[in-house]
């Protein structure tokens, strides 16, 4: 099913500051860590939205503002409509069965010590609602089966299965409360290489048949390309550029982007040669203490005067057809231009 | 008369017919409460000064286990080597005796791990860690060991290196840990360098920077690099030729371009056809179907017989050779014609 018009989430202005305190007894506090720092996007029914950046950018906080796991310092988390950073109680309890999450290694985010039918089973203790108690054990044996695992399981635990298999737990339990979005926090990378096609395939099966939505956080730009209707690319908390698949991989207007478009290693050795490569020089600063005006000017060849006074707002820049957070923005095609 | 380490150590200079570093059908066992695993099963590769070998698989396929058997620094037990020769310009590093080893090991074949944060001792200055190479082998005073390691971070270009010698290692970031790591590896002017997985931990921006690096070093010095890795960019970015490892043989070897335009093994050519391309978006990714198989219970036959398209009944029952295609070029699958000419099985 292709993505629809309809907004399910709206993020505006989202900020996140985590306090640096000083001092044991009496905690004064000299600064804050800016993980994420006025983001704004939609998604909508059935899309995947993919985010990509290095680490430190602010992506996995980001994933947990849209789970209600962290409080944002300011800006709003709109889901159908409804803000669940100002929601409590029953409230956000039943807006958080909307959004569930896919993590990362399926290693530890198993509990050794409960079974695969309790570990999927979990979600319907806290809404009773979804799943009545006799009907749990029949519940679970479907969400194994709608992902590809031996209802008959249901009473191993996650040691006797493979990281593939443990994946696929993972995203059952995901599966459970009928959610409309699913945050998948890097979902493949622990996996084998044999192993991620097929964990992808089932996560694209599955946004068909349930009309899922997809924040697909992940650092494999060639997966993110696959999965992805749209891409955001983000630097030091701040989305730098986002537009669709082909706007960002084929026609990227942002420094940064080209950069790390640049530098993904192209599986096929012809022409290795003559490929551009933007080598970034150096470290990603400190988001504690971010540059002024442009985040990225530090590292970015472009740089001029105005980068460092004026902050670039994401928007549509003369030349491009998607939003870009550049003073200097023009497409440039790094991947295919040899 | 018992040999001094002097007398047996490789000599240095010209490699006249033998490769500067050849494994040959090495074997390597793990004895295990659950039974004997076989981590290793007869692997042979050569590698030649300022040659790049990358050894591609995934985890449990040996090709670590490999180069710890390399390095000399698998523990045994609970690993033994049944069978097999390492030979480093012509002498088996596995009939050395200890301290001849350590003649080699980390000076003459060293070797850089993926973690470079447990990799390296967190209560010592990196300055102190790097200079230990000189200190140890070269005996060297620390005055000097120190200097040498300021020329060492600015060799791998860590910034300021004068000022962060006396640094630890939770100080720096992972690139830069990872420059560190780099920076002890090289210290003594190895002659072989093992690499295994060192950009997995990083993001691609670091590891653009990185792989940079470690090719620019290879052409100061031509050095031989040995590659370990699962990631077929990477491979394809700055390999000369590819051994891929699966359930501890090697099952295809070849030359870069030859294996990523004709694979002849068809694990090799599952691999490839799952990378996602751009022509492909939208539609379901191949997969290689099935799991990698348990070391403690091998398929017989070939090991990749239930995962393989290409599958035969033979297949089932005989362990396939290594097939010679070219005289560059091996494939272990009995069917490998049909595999390179791309019908399928």
């Known amino acids: 099913m292709a993505p629809t018009d309809e907004v399910i989430l709206e993020v505006r202005d989202l900020v996140k500051h985590f306090p640096l305190t000083q001092g044991i007894l009496f905690k004064r506090q000299i600064g804050a860590i800016k993980a994420v720092d006025g983001v704004s996007f939609d998604l909508h029914r059935g899309e995947t939205l993919g985010v990509v950046g290095e680490s430190g950018c602010g992506k996995s906080t980001l994933a947990k503002l849209l789970m209600a796991l962290e409080r944002p310092t300011s800006g709003s988390v709109k889901i159908n409509g409804r803000d669940m950073a100002r929601a409590r109680g029953g409230e956000l309890k039943r807006m958080r069965r909307n959004v569930q999450m896919v993590m990362q290694d399926p290693y530890t985010s198993l509990n050794p010590r409960m079974t695969v039918g309790d570990i999927i089973g979990e979600p319907f203790e806290i809404h009773p609602d979804v799943a009545p108690k006799g009907s749990r054990a029949r519940k679970v044996q479907e969400l194994l089966e ?11 635990y996650p040691h006797q299965f493979s990281g593939g298999q443990r994946q696929r737990i993972g995203i059952a339990r995901g ?17 084998d290489v044999s192993i991620q096609a097929q964990v992808i395939n089932l996560l694209e099966r599955l946004q068909d048949e349930f009309n899922l939505a997809y924040i697909f956080i992940a650092h494999d730009l060639s997966v993110v390309r696959h999965i992805s209707d749209r891409v955001a690319v983000m630097y030091l908390g701040k989305i730098v550029e986002l537009g669709k698949d082909t706007e960002i991989y084929d026609r990227p207007a942002h420094p940064y982007t ?19 490569r933007i080598i970034l020089q150096g470290d990603p600063p400190s988001p504690a203490n971010p540059p002024s005006g442009c985040r990225f000017r530090t590292r970015c060849w472009k740089a001029q005067d105005i980068c460092a006074t004026e902050e670039p707002l994401l928007q549509i820049r003369p030349g491009t057809s998607h939003e870009s957070a550049c003073h200097f923005a023009e497409s440039h095609d790094v991947v295919h231009s040899a | 008369m018992k040999n001094t380490a002097t007398d047996v150590l490789p000599a240095e200079g010209g490699l006249g017919n033998e490769p500067l570093l050849a494994v040959d059908d090495l074997h390597v066992e ?35 286990v490999t180069a710890q058997a390399i390095m000399g620094i698998l523990d045994m037990p609970p690993a033994r080597i049944p069978k097999g020769e390492i030979r480093f310009r012509g002498t088996d590093l596995l009939k050395l005796p200890e301290d001849a080893k350590t003649q080699i090991r980390g000076q003459r074949i060293a070797m850089i791990f993926q973690d470079a944060l447990s ?70 002017d190895p002659e072989v ?8 931990a990083l993001d691609v921006t670091v590891q653009a920077q990185i792989m940079e690096l470690l090719a620019e070093l290879q052409r100061e010095s031509n050095m031989g690099l040995i590659l370990i890795t699962h990631d077929l960019g990477v491979v394809a970015d700055v390999a000369d030729k590819i051994a891929v490892m699966y359930a501890g043989r090697i099952v295809e070897n070849a030359p870069v371009f030859d294996i990523y335009r ?23 990714l191949y997969a290689i179907k099935g799991l990698p198989p348990n070391l403690l219970n091998m398929p017989t036959g070939c090991a990749f017989h239930p995962r393989c398209p290409y599958r035969q009944d033979n297949c089932v029952t005989d362990v396939p050779e290594l097939y010679e295609i070219s005289p560059v070029r091996n494939s272990a699958c009995h069917y490998w014609r049909e595999v390179l000419d791309g019908t399928d099985g």
């Open chain 1, 146 to 156: 709608v992902v590809g695992l031996n209802p008959d399981h249901i009473n191993r």
């Open chain 1, 175 to 191: 599966l459970a409360l009928q959610p409309e979005i699913i945050i998948c926090d890097e979902p493949v990378s622990a996996l």
């Open chain 1, 258 to 276: 080209q950069a790390l478009l640049s530098a993904v290693p192209v599986p096929d050795p012809e022409g290795r040669q003559n490929r551009e």
């Open chain 2, 30 to 64: 793990f004895v295990t409460r659950g039974g004997l695993v076989k981590a290793v099963n007869g692997v042979s590769y050569t590698l030649q000064p300022g040659e790049t070998l990358a050894v591609l698989g995934e985890s449990g396929s040996g090709k670590s």
């Open chain 2, 119 to 188: 990799a390296l001792n967190p209560v010592f200055t990196v300055g102190w860690q790097i200079g230990e190479m000189f200190r140890v082998h070269r005996g060297m005073s620390k005055r000097d060991a120190e200097k040498k390691a300021v020329e060492l971070m600015d060799r791998v270009r860590i910034p300021a290196a004068k000022a962060r010698v006396h640094d630890y290692p939770h100080q720096f970031s992972g690139g830069m840990r990872q420059r560190i790591m780099i920076a002890m590896s090289i210290a003594l």
């Open chain 2, 193 to 200: 360098l093992i690499a295994d997985e060192p950009t997995t």
């Open chain 2, 262 to 284: 004709h694979p002849a093994h068809p694990y090799s050519k599952g691999l490839l056809e799952s990378i996602p391309r751009v022509d492909l978006k939208g539609q379901e």
